[in-house]
């Protein structure tokens, strides 16, 4: 889900759809989110 909603993203950059300030905040909330659930899912975490 996170992958088709980054994919969304980059491909609303590319077309120039929004602002880059808000599709890179948007891009860094994607990030962190998938830097969340993959800490839940490690062993150590």
Do not use: V, W
Not at 2 to 14: E, G, N
Not at 30 to 41: K, W
């Amino acid at each position: 889900m996170l992958a088709a909603q980054r994919d969304t993203l980059l491909d609303a950059r590319d077309d120039g759809a929004f602002d880059a300030d808000a599709l890179s905040a948007a891009l860094h909330n994607i990030d962190a989110e998938q830097i969340t659930l993959e800490l839940r899912r490690s062993p150590t975490g």
